[in-house]
């Protein structure tokens, strides 16, 4: 399982914290890099997937356009609550195109993970795909 995209491995998203009929939060997981999910302005902006199953994680990588900072946590519960940070990160500024990061999690379980983007270069930022290697 390596470099897959979270819908192809059964993800769903559970929550976003906005949401647009013509960028719905679920086109971050569908592994199409021309969809998106656009957030609504404003800071920070978040959305959690949960797994299939409890999974191992090496890295997961991110394509994104006007994301500055990002926090990724995880948990192993059935539920989508306390989770546990593993990871903060800042991204390089793309002009007209697509932010594409890697961000290491070795050795870490999820069973949800929670991406929480607390501030952009611009009000709104997208989210086009998230996969990880696991």
């Known amino acids: 399982m390596t470099g897959s995209s ?3 491995l059964g993800g769903k998203v ?10 719905p939060p679920r086109n971050i997981i569908d592994g199409n890099a021309e969809t998106f999910w656009m ?3 404003m800071f920070p902006q978040e959305f959690i997937v ?18 500055k900072s990002l926090k990724i946590e995880t948990n192993t519960l059935d539920t989508f609550q ?6 903060e990160t800042e991204f390089e500024q793309t002009e007209g195109q697509l932010q594409s990061n890697a961000v290491s999690l070795k050795g870490t ?6 991406f929480i983007i607390t501030s952009g270069y ?9 996969s990880i290697q696991a």
Do not use: M
């Not at 299939?52 to 394509?63: L, N, S, W």
């Not at 306390?82 to 990871?87: C, H, L, N, T």
């Not at 379980?109 to 929670?114: D, Y």
């Open 109 to 114: 379980t999820a069973s949800h993970l929670r």
């Open 50 to 67: 949960r797994l299939a199953e409890t999974t191992g994680i090496d890295q997961v990588t991110i394509d994104s356009y006007n994301v």
């Open 14 to 23: 559970v929550l976003a914290s906005s949401s647009d009929e013509a960028q």
């Open 6 to 8: 979270l819908g192809a």
């Open 82 to 87: 306390d989770f546990q940070s593993v990871a």
């Open 122 to 130: 611009d009000p709104f930022v997208s989210v086009h795909r998230v």
């Open 39 to 41: 957030s609504t302005g």
